[in-house]
């Protein structure tokens, strides 16, 4: 079974991360107020086929995902201050993306701060974190704080370019897997990757290794 | 019966016994059949709460629908992905479900049961549409 809100995830966060980046270097810009960028998440979300919607009903849950063949929906509490929103579309969006390739029914909740389960297991705890690490990296508008296989297509080494280029393709996707287990293991590093001056430095690597940037659309 | 078939009649009469002992197993108790029928009202269904007593019996002779039984499964507190597939097995119905579907399926049931009642109604409606695969009415 096809799954397509992978693609589609990522397609709208390079776009929100593109969107936001463009805000904060634009120096006349006296930027985006929350407002604007849920109004920007939202839309990005909405054409890349994420539906979005609000619900007056939600009591302890501040949003959800649920995911299917028929389609991906957001449902936000209508009580969330416009950053709890944009945590929210973030967080839910970045939980899409590390659920990967992984098809059929997906969900996920947000709590309101204190209503939190106690009963999550490992494997949630830690998707968890990496969650909240790639929202940030997300609303950072420098999705290239965050491994690249978390957000983007997987390359395949192949050796039609010529050896050198295979070997360095070979060495990228060596550098991507290693990158992202030990996102999903060390709070530590994802902190150190999220830093510009690493996630320049890797960027830098990248293009030294002849990747190109992953493309939106 | 005149709108139903000689053939539906004879199938549902087949298995009405089991679905409504799965049913009723399913509910197990911890949710009153009153409280069920408030549930399958607020997903859009009419099942009164004598409706549901004679499911349970496989007394009704009027065959359950899929959309029905599915509605009526995401009400029940013991529902789990191996009950669920059990019953729409039972009433020759196949769910397109791998494995790690069925096990996510648990997961979510899991943290689903552990929401208030209003966040629990609302995703309810939100996963019957999605099980259905359907397009759900909305408004404006």
């Not at chain 2, 039972?90 to 579907?101: A, C, I, M, T």
Request: net charge positive; proline share 4%; charged share 25%.
């Amino acid at each position: 079974m096809a799954n397509a809100r992978y693609p589609a995830a990522r397609r709208a966060a390079m776009l929100i991360a593109r969107r936001l980046r463009r805000w904060q270097i634009e120096p006349d810009h006296p930027g985006p107020s929350n407002l604007d960028q849920v109004a920007v998440l939202r839309r990005v979300l909405e054409e890349a086929g994420i539906h979005c919607e609000d619900s007056r009903e939600l009591e302890d849950l501040a949003a959800f995902l649920i995911s299917s063949p028929r389609g991906t929906e957001m449902v936000l509490s209508a009580r969330l201050s416009d950053s709890e929103r944009l945590l929210a579309y973030a967080h839910l969006l970045a939980h899409v993306l590390i659920s990967g390739q992984r098809s059929g029914l997906f969900a996920r909740f947000e709590y309101h701060a204190g209503r939190e389960p106690t009963h999550l297991t490992m494997q949630e705890r830690r998707e968890e974190m990496v969650a909240r690490s790639l929202a940030r990296a997300i609303l950072a508008g420098r999705l290239e704080g965050a491994p690249r296989y978390l957000y983007g297509p997987m390359a395949l080494p192949s050796p039609r370019n010529g050896v050198r280029r295979a070997a360095a393709q070979v060495l990228l996707v060596v550098l991507h897997h290693a990158s992202r287990a030990l996102y999903w293991r060390s709070p530590s590093y994802q902190q150190l990757r999220g830093l510009p001056a690493i996630a320049g430095l890797v960027t830098r690597l990248q293009s030294f290794l002849g990747e190109a940037e992953p493309i939106a659309a | 019966m005149a709108d139903r078939d000689e053939v539906q009649v004879a199938r549902w009469a087949g298995i009405k016994e089991r679905v409504g002992t799965r049913l009723r197993e399913i509910r197990q108790g911890k949710k009153s059949q009153a409280r069920l029928a408030g549930d399958l009202e607020e997903l859009g269904y009419h099942v009164t709460q004598s409706m549901i007593s004679r499911y349970e019996q496989g007394v009704l002779e009027v065959p359950l629908s899929l959309e029905r039984l599915v509605g009526w499964a995401l009400c029940c507190d013991s529902l789990t992905s191996a009950t669920f597939h059990e019953l729409l097995v039972l009433d020759g119905y196949y769910l397109p479900w791998s494995e790690d579907d069925l096990r996510a399926f648990d997961d979510l049931l899991r943290h689903y049961r552990t929401l208030p009642l209003v966040d629990q109604a609302v995703l309810r409606r939100k996963l019957l549409w999605h099980i259905l695969g359907l397009d759900e009415q909305r408004d404006g």
